[in-house]
């Protein structure tokens, strides 16, 4: 099987004398959905930063496209073509939405009549068409998050991270914004998401990591890893896949 | 009116002055306040476009006004070479207190402190130094030629300081138009989020320091063209790290003309308060405090700044009477 | 000449030079600690306190020490009521414009003074201003000794308010973490006036402590506070401890710069090591880490 985009490889990472992170490891193939669930706590968004280069690991590796690229700081990430979106929204909020988008789309394209180009097609693509010229800060939660969502696909990527991307969301946008995530992997970009909306996970991700505590206690298809009683003894306790009574024992 | 068609329009007013004015005392007052309007103009690149707030502009500007003053004075350098020379070295120290500072990572209030600790250390080792005329200063030679950059008309010193201006306002007006003027505004919008979109956060502001630093450096160095006389209080002192901060805020940080119409603003209201009450120190920079803290209060984006939201928003609420509920819903 | 003898004569009184640092230091990382902003203001505060005292001395007939007893009130109201009602409304929470909030209160302050007052420099003479304690083989001036008692004292009382009362709770609390404290019921509006004020009140003792031997006009304050800057970012930001002892590092390195490289050159030493701290750890020595 070819090598996987991303490979993380028993990655930790230590905060003085917490261990956020304990010899994680996951992969993410080009062109599919890999998501990534755990309790709250577990260290999933601390696993975006390493990877997106906001945070060096205190140890292991991550290989990218071939390449070694651990320890690289988040802008020369970026320009690798790893994106990300963040948990608790930051758009440009003084600037309109078509600039906020500009931003990452100078990033392929210095001229700028082709990054307007660029970011006004993006900004279609996401359903923020309407409200191009808008200022930022005005834009609903639902809107923030397509606006983040459209900064990180201009800047042309081929490795995306949603960080929470429907955390927020009602049912009917949530709708909504599935397709548009799912046409990313149409065009070969390689999705990981972290997220609670159980719904989507099964409906959208074809593998899933497990994270708690730190460490990746359970992968496989969505199926598996729901039922796998590890996984649910970390999210609802100790004994609890013995009391729900899950097939599969770990 | 595109930009810089406005840009040329308003130094052609500007430049058309001389023809209806004939007063010492008004090119004086113009000279001055266009020579704030471009120490502030070098401000606001680092502080109105990249959000970075110094309060050691000063800095710049002594370290422009002195070398000029010493090219000409100890080496016998041509004044317009010392001009340029001025603005080089005003470039190279904004090159070393930013790389020092935006490499330690320093952002905000650290920011803030550090470059006031830079121009005090600058101003104390000025008021020492034997080739800055330690506490006596530097007196440069009057020489009434062009060739030594002085001009025996008022006129002719308010058109140079004009052609200054002029290009200051062409640099801003680049730079909102350019990739580099995007990522410095993301930059100062939300320093993480532009590092995910690929924007080197560190290289950019610094890039942004250096053409602050010469342009307020241009500013000291004309300053000791046109007063003849520099020593540390004048280079270094808290006063132009005050003004070079105040008129942007006030005028419109960010903007293209916000220093401009602050720089106006701010000296035609000094001026009236000292018609007012008589000439007592303390009273101009008494108001330009409380006008600080007023604008900060109720018109955060000063006067340009302000100006452009109120048309913003008119331009939206005639362009969009009623909005879909399914537009109103996708945010 | 530079015998032991004479070196520690400097480090000594830059000790008792430094706890005046100290103090002042210490109101302003006390803000620092509650409010997360470094109050540019504290030097003109510190130049309208001094004033205060001088006049207090000159109309009221107030010995200076006694002063403080009514003027530490008094500035804890007029700090209390910058937060309150000028810089918190203007600067709505963004760090920023408090930075520009404070700065156009020194500005303000500053200049008030000097179109009030002139520039011209006053001082207070006093029958003991010029007493010294013979220690045998040093003199040291009688005020500066009571200036380092009266520093501890009022640590040690800025500590009991702190640890023991509820006002000190609440500040702790908010300094801790604002919104846990604010959704418990602290009115977090109150408790930054009230920590902005006990650390204008500081610079109010502080003054009244330096009015015997030091000079008074509108530029004192700001001349001093950029040591105290100095002193809480060695010391570490929010950091009490960190300002006691590095005021009194900062007094000892600008007494003995002072004597071996001539004053200006001293006071330079010192904004180095300021820039170097920033630079290097801007965390000093007992700060949080950011």
């Known amino acids: 099987m070819a090598e996987p985009l991303l490979s993380v490889e028993r990655v930790s990472r230590r905060f003085g004398g917490l261990l956020a992170l304990d010899a994680a490891s996951l992969s993410a193939p080009a062109g599919r959905i890999t998501a990534l669930i755990g309790p709250n706590g577990a260290g999933k968004t601390t696993l975006f930063a390493v990877i997106s280069g906001f945070l060096k690991p205190s140890a292991g590796r991550i290989r990218y496209g071939g390449e070694d690229v651990t320890g690289e700081p988040a802008h020369r990430l970026a320009r690798r073509g790893i994106a990300r979106t963040f948990q608790i929204v930051q758009p440009f909020g003084g600037i309109s939405v078509r600039d906020n988008i500009l931003v990452g789309a100078y990033l392929r394209h210095a001229a700028r009549a082709d990054a307007v180009g660029v970011a006004e097609t993006v900004g279609r693509?996401?359903?923020?068409?309407?409200?191009?010229?808008?200022?930022?800060?005005?834009?609903?939660?639902?809107?923030?998050?397509?606006?983040?969502?459209?900064?990180?696909?201009?800047?042309?990527p081929q490795l995306l991270l949603l960080d929470e991307v429907l955390a927020g969301l009602n049912p009917a946008e949530i709708r909504d914004i599935v397709p548009v995530i799912r046409a990313l992997c149409a065009r070969g970009i390689a999705v990981i998401m972290i997220e609670h909306v159980m719904q989507a996970v099964m409906s959208l991700s074809e593998h899933v990591f497990v994270l708690a505590e730190g460490r990746i206690i359970a992968e496989g298809s969505p199926a598996q890893v729901v039922a796998d009683a590890g996984v649910v003894e970390a999210y609802l306790g100790r004994g609890a896949a013995a009391r729900i009574g899950s097939t599969h024992a770990h | 009116m595109k930009g810089p068609l406005l840009i040329a329009a308003v130094v052609a007013a500007f430049a058309a002055v001389p023809l209806f004015v004939h007063s010492n005392v008004v090119f004086n007052f113009l000279v001055v306040t266009l020579l704030i309007a471009l120490a502030g103009q070098g401000w606001n690149i680092i502080g109105g476009y990249g959000g970075q707030y110094s309060f050691g502009h000063a800095a710049f500007f002594g370290t422009g006004a002195y070398v000029t003053a010493i090219l000409q004075m100890r080496y016998g350098v041509n004044a317009w070479i010392g001009?340029?020379?001025?603005?080089?070295?005003?470039?190279?120290?904004?090159?070393?207190?930013?790389?020092l500072a935006f490499r330690a990572g320093l952002r905000s209030s650290y920011f803030a402190l550090v470059t006031l600790a830079f121009a005090e250390v600058l101003r104390i080792l000025a008021s020492v130094a034997p080739i800055t005329g330690a506490g006596v200063g530097i007196l440069i030679k009057l020489d009434l030629r062009p060739q030594s950059f002085q001009f025996q008309s008022r006129a002719v010193f308010y058109l140079v300081i004009l052609a200054l201006v002029a290009a200051s306002l062409a640099i801003a007006q680049t730079l909102e138009r350019s990739r580099f003027g995007a990522w410095l505004i993301a930059v100062r919008e939300n320093e993480d989020a532009a590092m995910a979109l690929g924007v080197d956060a560190t290289a950019v502001k610094l890039g942004a320091m250096v053409i602050s630093a010469a342009v307020t450096a241009a500013a000291g160095c004309f300053y000791a063209q046109y007063f003849l006389f520099v020593d540390a209080g004048i280079a270094y002192g808290p006063w132009i790290s005050i003004e070079?901060?105040?008129?942007?805020?006030?005028?419109?940080?960010?903007?293209?003309?916000?220093?401009?119409?602050?720089?106006?603003?701010?000296?035609?209201?000094?001026e009236g308060a000292k018609l007012w009450t008589g000439d007592v120190p303390g009273l101009d920079l008494m108001i330009y405090g409380a006008l600080l803290v007023i604008v900060v209060a109720f018109a955060p984006a000063g006067l340009v700044g302000t100006l452009a939201n109120v048309r913003e928003r008119a331009a939206r609420r005639l362009r969009a009477p009623r909005k879909g509920r399914a537009e109103a819903a996708r945010g | 000449m530079l015998s032991p003898l004479i070196l520690g004569i400097a480090v000594l009184n830059g000790l008792l030079t430094g706890a005046v640092?100290?103090?002042?230091?210490?109101?302003?990382?006390?803000?620092?600690?509650?409010?997360?902003?470094?109050?540019?203001?504290?030097?003109?505060?510190?130049?309208?306190?001094?004033?205060?005292?001088?006049?207090?001395?000159?109309?009221?007939?107030?010995?200076?020490?006694?002063?403080?007893?009514l003027l530490a009130p008094a500035f804890f109201a007029v700090g209390y009521a910058l937060q309150r009602f000028i810089i918190g409304p203007a600067a709505r929470g963004d760090e920023r414009n408090m930075l520009l909030v404070t700065l156009g209160l020194a500005v303000l302050i500053e200049n008030a003074l000097l179109y009030a007052f002139r520039a011209d420099t006053r001082t207070v003479d006093l029958p003991y201003s010029?007493?010294?304690?013979?220690?045998?083989?040093?003199?040291?001036?009688?005020?500066?000794?009571?200036?380092?008692?009266?520093?501890?004292?009022?640590?040690?009382?800025?500590?009991?308010?702190?640890?023991?009362?509820?006002?000190?709770?609440?500040?702790?609390?908010?300094?801790?973490?604002?919104?846990?404290?604010?959704?418990?019921g602290i009115d977090v509006a109150h408790v930054y006036a009230m920590t902005f004020g006990l650390g204008t009140a500081c610079v109010a003792i502080a003054a009244c402590l330096l009015v015997p031997t030091y000079y008074?006009?509108?530029?004192?304050?700001?001349?001093?506070?950029?040591?105290?800057?100095?002193?809480?970012?060695?010391?570490?930001?929010?950091?009490?401890?960190?300002?006691?002892?590095?005021?009194?590092?900062?007094?000892v390195v600008e007494s003995l710069g002072g004597f071996l490289l001539g004053e200006s050159l001293g006071q330079v030493s010192?904004?180095?090591?300021?820039?170097?701290?920033?630079?290097?750890?801007?965390?000093?020595?007992?700060?949080?880490?950011?």
């Not at chain 1, 068409?129 to 990180?152: F, I, M, N, Q, S």
């Not at chain 3, 010192?270 to 750890?281: A, E, S, T, W």
């Open chain 2, 83 to 99: 001009f340029v020379g001025g603005i080089a070295a005003g470039a190279a120290v904004g090159a070393i207190i930013g790389g």
């Open chain 2, 244 to 270: 070079a901060l105040l008129t942007p805020i006030i005028g419109g940080a960010g903007t293209v003309f916000g220093p401009l119409v602050g720089a106006l603003a701010v000296k035609a209201l000094g």
């Open chain 3, 216 to 251: 008074v006009n509108p530029g004192a304050g700001n001349a001093f506070v950029l040591i105290a800057f100095t002193v809480v970012v060695l010391g570490g930001m929010g950091s009490v401890p960190g300002a006691l002892i590095g005021g009194l590092i900062i007094g």
């Open chain 1, 125 to 156: 693509e996401v359903g923020l068409g309407d409200l191009l010229d808008r200022p930022a800060h005005t834009l609903t939660v639902a809107g923030r998050k397509r606006l983040e969502l459209a900064r990180a696909l201009a800047t042309a």
């Open chain 3, 130 to 184: 010029f007493k010294t304690l013979d220690l045998g083989f040093v003199f040291l001036a009688v005020p500066r000794l009571i200036s380092f008692a009266a520093v501890f004292a009022v640590a040690l009382a800025l500590w009991a308010i702190m640890a023991l009362t509820d006002t000190g709770k609440a500040i702790r609390a908010v300094a801790r973490e604002k919104l846990g404290a604010e959704l418990a």
């Open chain 3, 21 to 69: 640092y100290a103090l002042v230091a210490l109101g302003l990382t006390l803000i620092y600690g509650v409010l997360h902003i470094i109050n540019f203001a504290h030097g003109a505060l510190l130049s309208a306190a001094l004033f205060a005292a001088f006049f207090a001395h000159q109309k009221l007939g107030l010995d200076p020490y006694a002063a403080a007893l």
């Open chain 3, 270 to 290: 010192i904004f180095l090591i300021f820039i170097v701290v920033l630079l290097l750890r801007p965390r000093g020595l007992f700060g949080a880490s950011a």
